[in-house]
């Protein structure tokens, strides 16, 4: 079961910020936040990844709220390749077991238009 | 560097046939590997994880069946294909050490039960 929720389609102008929210309201003290996203046809891809602090990388930026309930993926210049269904995923760290195993719900469905 | 290979790409088997896919990980040893399978229209759903050669554990119960002959070798496999195994099936790896890692997915194989 997904433990989080995620709206099921957003659209964003190309050039402009897309801002992804998510809520992980019963995210548990160990759980980190991930995102994924997938291209059409394609492997999911990883994004980024935070505990409780805030995160930037060279794709994208990660805001999560003080108390841990919900967060924003920050994609900051969209573009048509940006295009993709993006998934919120809360997980454990890896121990080698089933605890940390990923597992996907419906993600936000992104299309970045010109 | 780390790699992840999948083959076919893409496969039309017909009804009652059998089915073997190969993933193969090179750049690592005693990775964690897994099957997705994704449904037209549907999410990703974990099928099988592995923590070693000869350990599989299965997430849903079905017509499949994993393997894990080699290290860094994961094979999923039918005795006979129904229709509702149609769909895009995704290998993934990720270091079997404790920590916080993401996973790295295969390109997928498109399976088409006729």
């Known amino acids: 079961d997904a433990k989080t929720t995620q709206p099921p389609s957003m659209d964003c102008a190309e050039g402009r910020a897309a801002n992804l929210p998510c809520n992980h309201s019963?995210?548990?003290?160990?759980?980190?936040v991930y995102w994924y996203r997938q291209i059409h046809s394609q492997g999911p891809q990883y994004i980024i990844h935070g505990l409780k602090n805030n995160e930037t990388n060279e794709m994208a930026s990660l805001i999560i709220t003080e108390d841990r309930k919900s967060s924003t993926l920050i994609l900051p210049h969209a573009t048509l390749r940006d295009t993709a269904v993006y998934y919120c995923?809360?997980?454990?760290?890896?121990?080698?077991?089933?605890?940390?195993?990923?597992?996907f719900g419906k993600g936000t469905k992104l299309s970045v238009k010109p | 560097s780390q790699t992840i290979h999948q083959w076919p790409a893409t496969l039309v088997q017909p009804v009652g046939s059998p089915l073997s896919l190969e993933c193969t990980v090179e750049g690592t040893s005693n990775p964690n590997l897994y099957w997705y399978r994704q449904a037209a229209g549907r999410g990703l759903q974990l099928l099988f994880y592995?923590?070693?050669?000869?350990?599989i554990s299965s997430e849903v119960p079905q017509n499949l069946s994993a393997s894990r002959p080699q290290d860094r070798q994961f094979i999923l496999s039918s005795k006979k294909l129904l229709l509702s195994d149609s769909g895009f099936y995704l290998c993934a790896w990720s270091p079997n050490r404790s920590g916080n890692y993401g996973y790295t997915f295969g390109s997928g194989t498109r399976l088409t039960v006729v």
């Open positions: 592995s923590v070693g050669i000869g350990q």
């Open positions: 995923i809360v997980r454990v760290a890896n121990y080698g077991g089933s605890q940390g195993n990923l597992i």
């Open positions: 019963t995210i548990s003290g160990n759980e980190y």
